[in-house]
DNA sequence: TCAAAAGTGTTATCCTTACACCCATGT
DNA sequence: ACATGGGTGTAAGGATAACACTTTTGA
């Protein structure tokens, strides 16, 4: 019995839906009781080999055949492989077979609950609390996870450095794209309940998915499935300033308004009205319509599109964040 | 009989030479000719989930084996997965297996020759001679690319607009990131010759390394080496700019033009002196020595080392590259 | 009339670009 | 002295950040 590799492929999937940014899960419930049976995870499935020709045809498939959802833009994010940060070991044909994770982000505008109960529209601030500052630095930093990041670092100055860097500690900035480096160092410290599962794994006890894990820093997830998801999360931060990617996440026609709160929701962080219709004025890739939108519940604000067919007449860079300071 | 998935993992191994990029390449040699048996590949192996806990631990180890040369900084860059594009069908234990690459992307300092005859540093511009723009304009694009990519395209408007973009032609702009896209167009268009070879093994023809294959839209590597290269590259130069990485490929001490030399050799593109070290000054990385270069052939230049310790304490961007319009 | 959100004007500052010129060494 | 590369000054134009204010709707 030789131990074979099997690979799972994975969908980080997000909207903008009423100014949060959501991504969609999936969450196998008990028929009877309707209750949740386990953690939420990403839709996924294995690769096979023989019948699917590209990662990303059997990706799509996955996705709409778990959730009845048909993806849009899809781009790799990351290949996982180390091991005890895998899915449980799959059993395939004669043997056990070790888990690469490789990672999808995809983009949607629309993000319309489909029917089944398993699927959810699910705010990733749930999974990652500490990420959204729009509202000012979440408290949640300097309550909870400061002190234990600096019970955990002792007196290791590479760790405290690290902490400091990556969670704005002490006067330092905060920096939105780190999402996966948050995410490890909290995981390195013992401070996602994911870390204490995977190591009782690795010490061969039996592969159970823990239910009532705190969900204090953030609700964990299935398998690596929040890995991915600060992978995505924070390459879509990046992304947003040297390529157009929000317009994936908007509909046909909307207002500037719109289009701040959406890129808001994923950068996670508030931007100055003013500046930030100059930036888009700038990068000239919206047109008004001259037609109004009256739902806004003030004056009624001008509709605009986003002219795609530009795209493939000139390269195309994103929107920089002008930050509003508060 | 079930067709599993091996992993192999390769490496682009970049470093600066005389102000020249270059990559580490294996190309096996015939012991009693001394002549090179089949095309030049990048130092790559299998992953084997048994003994490799990481696969950048598993890579690591295939390039010291191969190359007698020991990795510093490395990234992950992609994972390939499609059908048709991967290198010949392995054999595994009882069947074959599909072959699924994962490229990284590896920076070092020493490009020293290793003592292995298998072993070279290659300039990349012998893979892709059309990245470098430093002497202006290649020739080679207006004189044997574009015709070949017209005729290819025809009355297509999609393709023509995708060439014109990517090579630059009708006056559009040279975008010096998409290196990647500019290999998979040749490619698509039949003028890599990876494309006829992948396709007559695809046919079922036998999977023979075509040995003398025109040079002359640069020269082919063995497997998919060529776009995982392609991908390294690229990524290099998008990451030149936001990321101080140029640092991994200097040695300790060094001038602010060989900084220069290093940046324009990645980048492929003349840059503005005196504003380039404006840009260098201003993201304060680099520390005067006090101590001068003799050795220049015109006035001695003085030393710099970079300031590393500040990367744990501030996020660091990289160097935007002030053009030299010539 | 007032709340709510849309939309506009203006300035100081900083960064980038684009000029042209002087300096220190080896031959 | 002169060729070769090292190193500097400065001004125009554009982008960004930081101010506060007007406009148009619905309730």
Redesign the interface.
């Known amino acids: 019995m030789?131990?074979?590799?099997?690979?799972g492929l994975s969908a980080v999937t997000v909207a903008v839906r009423n100014g949060e940014a959501v991504v969609l899960t999936v969450r196998p419930h008990d028929a009877v009781t309707d209750r949740a049976t386990t953690l939420p995870g990403l839709p996924s499935g294995p690769?096979h080999?023989?019948g699917h020709?590209?990662?990303e045809i059997a990706l799509r498939a996955f996705v709409t055949e778990q959730t009845g959802f048909d993806l849009g833009y899809v781009e790799?994010l990351?290949?996982f492989?180390?091991?005890g940060r895998d899915a449980p070991r799959a059993e395939v044909?004669a043997g056990a077979?070790?888990v690469?994770s490789?990672g999808y982000l995809a983009l949607t505008p629309a993000a319309v609950d489909t029917d089944g109960l398993d699927t959810a529209w699910a705010p990733w601030s749930r999974f990652f609390p500490w990420e959204d500052w729009r509202q000012g630095r979440p408290t949640l930093i300097d309550e909870a996870i400061a002190p234990a990041l600096r019970r955990w670092a002792g007196r290791d100055e590479?760790r405290i450095?690290?902490a400091r860097?990556l969670f704005a500690l002490d006067g330092?900035?905060w920096?939105e794209e780190?999402v996966l480096d948050r995410y490890e160092l909290l995981y390195e410290a013992g401070l996602a309940p994911e870390a204490a599962r995977d190591q009782s794994r690795d010490r061969g006890e039996d592969a159970i998915e823990p239910r009532a894990l705190s969900a204090a820093l953030g609700e964990p997830m299935l398998s690596d499935h929040r890995r991915i998801l600060a992978t995505g999360l924070g390459r879509l931060r990046g992304k947003l300033k040297y390529r157009p990617v929000v317009f994936e996440l908007m509909p046909a026609e909307f207002t500037l308004s719109a289009l701040q709160r959406a890129v808001e929701a994923i950068a996670g962080v508030p931007l100055h009205k003013q500046n930030f219709r100059r930036v888009v004025e700038r990068i000239d890739l919206v047109e008004g319509l001259g037609r109004m939108d009256t739902e806004t519940g003030g004056r009624p604000a001008e509709l605009f599109r986003f002219r795609r067919e530009l795209l493939?007449?000139?390269?195309a860079g994103g929107l920089s964040l002008p930050l509003l300071r508060d």
């Open positions: 030789t131990l074979s590799v099997v690979i690769f080999p023989e020709r590209t990662f790799q990351y290949t492989g180390d091991k044909g077979a070790r690469v490789v590479s450095a690290r860097l330092a900035g920096n780190r493939t007449q000139r390269p």
